[in-house]
């Protein structure tokens, strides 16, 4: 799987589990998942985590964790919409 393709179903994958986060973000869960349970005062929120297959490290100014904002895009607190890379080195 190519670079871009393991991105886009980790972006899919993402959706699959996206719950109402109390943002105005589209509840687009899969119906044979069930939703986390809600807690007093609080919202869930879901996430992406990048990572690299071994042999690779990530490299990024932040910590590789994305999650989908008010305008339905993916986005880190460090580096906003800009995506990590896996670099050969890792163990």
């Known amino acids: 799987m190519s670079a871009l393709g393991a991105v886009i179903a980790l972006l899919l994958w993402g959706q699959l589990f996206a719950?109402?986060?109390?943002?105005?973000?589209?509840?687009?869960?899969?119906?044979?998942?069930?939703?986390?349970?809600?807690?007093?005062?609080?919202?869930?929120e879901?996430?992406?985590?990048y990572q690299c297959k071994n042999y690779y490290k990530l490299?990024?100014?932040?910590?590789?964790v994305y999650t989908l904002n008010n305008e339905k895009q993916w986005i880190n607190k460090a580096v906003?919409?800009?995506?990590?890379?896996?670099?050969?080195?890792?163990?």
């Not at 109402?20 to 349970?37: E, L, M």
């Not at 490299?59 to 590789?64: C, I, L, P």
């Not at 906003?80 to 163990?91: N, R, S, T, V, Y």
């Open 46 to 49: 879901h996430s992406v985590r």
């Open 19 to 44: 719950v109402d986060s109390g943002n105005d973000v589209t509840d687009i869960a899969d119906d044979g998942c069930p939703k986390p349970p809600e807690i007093a005062h609080g919202y869930v």
């Open 80 to 91: 906003g919409d800009k995506l990590p890379e896996c670099e050969a080195g890792g163990c």
């Open 59 to 64: 490299r990024t100014e932040g910590d590789g």
